[in-house]
């Protein structure tokens, strides 16, 4: 993957910076989206790196986002979206609209936006790789979460309805679905859980590499299953 670029969004969260730190040693320029008023924070100290304020809900914010990345790297090769967020212990009847709302922007139409973004640059230059992050609740989904699941199984219908609209044209369109994560904030938020069970970030970077290098370019429209223990 030398000389090629790539936007992560939620690239300093706890996934978003492991991915990150991959692609910068595989020799990738990486842009990366930071809520706005939010600087960098804990971002691996790597050069090749251009941080952007972008509200990823927003259309305009997006396209500045994917404009600036463009103009400072001349490409974009690649788009991982992991930039999302949870909501869940509700049934549906007791869901707030505003909570429904805000699954679906969060999760849903950010990988929209930046999808609908980077796709034309990707069939300029033929070739282009984008994961999207869905998650086990999309394909298992359970009670008490349910905006949350719809909204995760609205970024794999996006994935599927994506490929079908790519097919010939170098670029290939995937979707993961972990299992809780194997991180310090799942461990604090869930202490009693077995955590034995959950999916370690290194494994889920491992399979976005792999889905974003050259050997990858006739998997597309799959929602890849990475559970662990669960």
């Known amino acids: 993957m030398s000389a090629k670029t790539a936007i992560v ?17 595989s020799g990738m320029a990486v842009g990366v989206s930071l809520v706005p008023g939010h600087p960098p924070g804990e971002a691996p100290a790597f050069s090749r790196v251009v941080f952007h ?4 809900r927003r259309e305009e914010d ?17 788009l991982v979206n992991i930039a999302g967020g949870y909501s869940g212990g509700k049934r549906v009847e007791e869901t707030p609209v505003s909570e429904w709302d805000a699954m679906m922007e969060m999760n849903l139409k950010t990988a929209f936006l930046m999808s609908r973004a980077v796709l ?3 069939r300029e230059q033929g070739f282009g790789r984008i994961v999207n992050i869905a998650a086990m609740a999309a394909l298992r989904p359970a009670g008490r979460r349910g905006a949350y699941a719809v909204s995760k199984g609205g970024v794999v219908t996006l994935t599927e309805a994506i490929h079908e609209e790519v097919k010939g044209s170098g670029i290939t369109v995937n979707a993961i679905a972990p299992g809780t994560l194997l991180t310090e904030a799942n461990r604090v938020s869930m202490p009693k859980a077995d955590a034995s069970a959950w999916v370690p970030l290194s494994e889920v970077a491992a399979l976005i590499t792999y889905l974003c290098s050259d050997a990858a370019r006739s998997v597309s429209g799959n929602t890849i299953k990475i559970f662990g223990g669960a």
């Open 62 to 78: 997006v396209t500045n986002f994917v404009r600036t990345v463009h103009a400072d790297l001349g490409r974009i090769d690649v």
């Open 120 to 122: 034309p640059l990707m």
């Open 9 to 25: 969004t939620g690239g300093t969260g706890a996934l978003g910076s492991v991915v990150v730190q991959e692609f910068l040693k």
């Open 53 to 56: 304020p972008a509200d990823l």
